[in-house]
């Protein structure tokens, strides 16, 4: 069989013709599998849809019970079949729940990533590499530019800021779903045991976390209604980065503005956003990871989808592998 034949784009998605199924569609379709919880990659509307318990518990939360007539759990490692193709969801290492997604027939199999990241995350399942044929990869941090630093780091110099200047509120921008969670989790590595205080739209999924086992450690409602603006003074406050835009951001006292994101690496994207301390945290993988799993995978043909394709597919060529660029739209970086 053709890679072709078994996985094809088309304007929903990606689409397997044998199996009649989308990966990831970004339009309501009949059957869908979905890598991951973030909403350019799980959408309201499917007739079914086939994701980790996780995922779908996630979508339940952000997109309401009813967000698809049916649904079924797919447990990392367990093959399923649909309409007689081999599916096999494995750990991608994202978000909480986030899989690759393997798809077999006729003697191919291709590996969809989805988002994913190698580094180790105490909030998120880790990588697993997956041999296959044709290996699907994102390329959101697709450029030689992107080496990400060691979280720790970033969050060493958060707590060494929060101890220099105590008079101020360090308010952290960070994505609601995976981000969020995860820079609570390493502050808490890092010893920060004090609340954490956290905006509403946190609330919901930060609680699913700690209900799967993920100790996120004390968090409170970071709102002034109930307090002064000076019991926020040194503390740490998380939350999405569109709530930094309106009034919530500028009750806190001298607020001093972070944002956790692999985009923090460009100075100018930083400093266009007013982020007084950029924390170079992300949940995708970086240049060197792109380049280590393509080997690692072994594939002989890589497809590069969602960001800078063109240099992927370059160095896929120059490193003797046929590569080319899905060209797939609609999806963002929510997750980054």
Not at 68 to 96: K, Y
Not at 176 to 193: E, I, P, T
Not at 233 to 261: E, K, T, Y
Request: aromatic fraction near 8%; glycine fraction near 10%.
């Amino acid at each position: 069989m053709r890679a072709k034949d078994l996985l094809c784009p088309r304007p929903e998605g990606l689409y397997c013709p044998p199996g009649d199924f989308f990966i990831d569609p970004v339009q309501p379709v009949a059957r869908a599998l979905v890598t991951h919880g973030h909403s350019d990659h799980a959408r309201s509307g499917h007739g079914a849809v086939m994701a980790t318990r996780e995922t779908l518990d996630i979508m339940g939360l952000r997109c309401g019970e009813d967000f698809a007539g049916t649904t079924q759990p797919a447990a990392f490692g367990e093959t399923l079949h649909v309409n007689g193709v081999a599916v096999t969801f494995h750990p991608a290492g994202h978000v909480l729940g986030s899989a690759q997604i393997a798809v077999e027939h006729g003697g191919m199999r291709i590996v969809a990533s989805g988002d994913y990241k190698r580094i180790p995350d105490a909030t998120s399942e880790p990588f697993e590499v997956v041999s296959c044929d044709v290996f699907i990869t994102e390329a959101t941090f697709g450029l030689p530019v992107f080496r990400h630093p060691p979280a720790e780091e970033e969050i060493a110099r958060l707590l060494k800021s929060v101890a220099q200047f105590p008079e101020r509120t360090h308010l952290i921008g960070a994505y609601a779903l995976g981000k969020a969670q995860r820079v609570m989790r390493l502050l808490r590595d890092a010893g920060y045991d004090r609340p954490i205080y956290i905006h509403g739209a946190l609330t919901t999924i930060s609680d699913y976390y700690q209900s799967r086992g993920i100790d996120l450690g004390r968090l409170e409602p970071a709102t002034v209604e109930t307090g002064s603006k000076g019991d926020f003074a040194d503390a740490v406050v998380i939350g999405p980065p569109s709530a930094f835009q309106d009034r919530w951001a500028r009750r806190f006292p001298d607020p001093l503005s972070c944002f956790a994101s692999g985009w923090m690496r460009i100075r100018q994207r930083a400093k266009q956003g007013g982020v007084e301390l950029p924390l170079i945290i992300s949940d995708h993988s970086d240049w060197d990871e792109l380049t280590d799993t393509i080997r690692d995978t072994g594939a002989s043909e890589i497809w590069v989808t969602h960001g800078r394709e063109e240099a992927l597919v370059r160095w896929c060529e120059l490193q003797g592998i046929a590569a080319r660029p899905l060209n797939l739209v609609g999806y963002e970086d929510e997750g980054d």
